[in-house]
């Protein structure tokens, strides 16, 4: 049984420094500032959730006690859940962090393929290869830009590209 890392590409080593000088210096950080907004996005989403369950079931509870002040207390749950949900809806953290690990997993994907010669990086001399890995990154990156906007009822301002620099934060998306 061979090694695994026998298997590997002989160029993988360069490939890989390759594609992380890409990353870092071209793209400033993309790849990583996807993956941790990803997971911020999705810590919002998993504590406004849980916040919603908790002031419902609060509700819930407050209304077996025979007290004067149950009706303001069931009121205020009620607005705090409205306003829980509508800013997520406003947010829109759960899509921002479902789109987000989406195309930080299709990165990190397209250069594992990148660096081991695999899919279409096989059998390609080296230039073409790094070419194709820096379109192929470019793309992702542009598909998930048009999908922030036209998830959000606009389009890219004409005749602009997505750039592709790290985005500041979803509301700074260009």
């Known amino acids: 049984m061979t090694d695994q890392a026998d298997q590997r590409d002989p160029r993988a080593t360069g490939r890989n420094t390759r594609a992380e000088q890409y990353f870092e210096q071209e793209l400033k950080g993309q790849r990583r500032w996807y993956s941790e907004r990803a997971s911020t996005y999705k810590r919002r989403t998993q504590l406004l959730g849980l916040l919603i369950l908790g002031a419902g079931a609060a509700t819930s509870f407050v209304q077996v006690l025979a ?51 695999a899919g279409t990086y096989r ?8 070419l194709r ?11 998930e830009q048009q999908i922030y906007w036209q998830s959000r009822g606009s389009e890219l ?3 602009k590209q997505p750039k592709s620099t790290a985005p500041g934060d979803a509301g700074q998306h260009v």
């Not at 890995?133 to 598909?143: C, K, P, R, S, T």
């Open 157 to 159: 301002p004409a005749g």
């Open 123 to 130: 059998n390609v001399e080296e230039d073409e290869a790094y």
């Open 133 to 143: 890995f820096v379109e192929a990154i470019e793309g992702i990156l542009a598909e």
């Open 67 to 117: 007290l004067p002040w149950v009706p303001i207390v069931t009121a205020a749950l009620g607005g705090v859940v409205v306003l829980v949900e509508g800013w997520q809806r406003i947010a829109r953290y759960g899509e921002t962090w479902n789109a987000y690990r989406t195309a930080s997993e299709r990165m990190k994907r397209e250069q594992r393929l990148y660096v081991n010669g």
